[in-house]
């Protein structure tokens, strides 16, 4: 096999696709996705939803409204976004980890219901028993956030099953992080998956310091994109700071799974700027460093530029900015102000029958 470049963190989208078996067809390397001046307008209006709106909820969670944990999406959202906008709603199924809300967002659930879970209230999706980790619809498809690490990974495989079984041409993206990605239930989903050819895009948001170890440190092979050689899936890595690019290869990576190929790997090479969740306070890396990525790499200023060169004012950029603010400031005094749940809400959602 050919030897392949390592793509490097900081760079453009340079995706590459790999794979165990010389002779077998591969997925092409993407490009970036050419996106329309409303569609540009859309990836900014959502990244920045899912940034003003985590901002919101670190305040809340500092002044008490949010308890347990919070695990925020700050500097990742090209990746939910990117992905979520070539998905079809109602068809294809999601399935996360714990840090949740960016990718509820992106899938057009109401921010207010998330903002309420978040708070513990009654009005909220999981109907204030979930919190920041465990949402759930399945009006849209939104099989949950779920704080066992790597736990999502077999349920997407089981997701994937039912699209297979049921023939409804659905495909399942299942999210994971880094950290995740050496979990051993990680590679046994691979392998029935790729077994069964089931219709599955497996996604490492490889954000590189999983809960504060980087993945240079804790991983022997730290390509993400190489772990399903061995099980014959192809992998794909990715400029996750970049919508563009992870819509490109989104849609690839739909393509491939659409043809009945089976499931393909995309490893997100993303950063989160805050820390692995609430209470932590991130020391393991410099603040020079996180400062650098902002600077040279944050998701929102990346289409910003897009935007410019479509001639889209900052006018109407600001417009965007102002009007999402009020979304998020609703949302919070919605939350703040509904009611939390009745105690014999801890009864209900317990066990599908009644016995």
């Known amino acids: 096999m050919a030897k392949t470049p390592t793509p490097r963190s900081g760079a453009r989208a340079k995706a590459t696709a790999a794979s165990a078996d010389h002779n077998r067809v591969r997925p092409d390397v993407p490009t970036d996705y050419v996106a329309s001046k409303e569609e540009l307008l859309e990836f900014y209006r959502q990244m ?74 009654e009005a909220g999706i999981s109907r204030g028993k979930g919190g920041s980790m465990h949402m759930f619809s399945v009006e849209h498809k939104f099989f949950g956030g779920h704080g066992i690490v790597g736990a999502q990974v077999s349920l997407g495989a089981g997701l994937a099953f039912s699209h297979k079984y049921r023939g409804d041409g659905g495909v399942c993206v299942a999210y994971f992080g880094d950290g995740a990605a050496n979990q051993g239930q990680v590679y046994e989903s691979f392998n029935m998956a790729e077994l069964w050819k089931l219709p599955i895009i497996f996604v490492i948001e490889n954000n590189q310091y999983a809960m504060g170890t980087s993945v240079n440190r804790s991983s022997a092979e730290d390509q993400l994109y190489r772990r399903g050689e061995s099980f014959r899936i192809p992998g794909i890595q990715v400029n996750g700071m970049d919508v563009l690019a992870v819509r490109g290869a989104t849609e690839e990576a739909l393509k491939w799974v659409k043809a009945g190929n089976g499931p393909i790997l995309l490893e997100m090479k993303t950063y989160r700027y805050r820390g692995h969740s609430m209470s932590d306070p991130a020391k393991y890396r410099s603040r020079e460093e996180v400062q650098a990525m902002r600077e040279k790499s944050d998701p929102i200023e990346g289409v910003k530029k897009h935007l410019l060169a479509a001639e889209v004012g900052e006018d109407e950029m600001k417009a965007i900015d102002q009007e999402i603010r009020k979304i998020v400031n609703a949302s919070a005094d919605f939350a703040e102000t509904s009611p939390e749940p009745d105690l014999a809400e801890l009864y209900t959602d317990v066990l599908v029958e009644q016995y």
Not at 50 to 75: D, M, N, P, T, V
């Open 48 to 121: 920045v939803l899912i940034r003003r709106f985590e901002e919101k909820a670190g305040q809340l969670y500092g002044l008490g409204l949010i308890g347990g944990f919070c695990h925020l999406y700050i500097g990742q959202e090209a990746v939910a976004v990117g992905i979520q906008s070539a998905l079809e709603p109602g068809k294809d199924s999601v399935i996360t980890g714990y840090r949740d809300h960016g990718h509820m967002l992106a899938y057009g659930i109401d921010p207010n219901v998330i903002m309420a879970e978040l708070t513990g209230r």
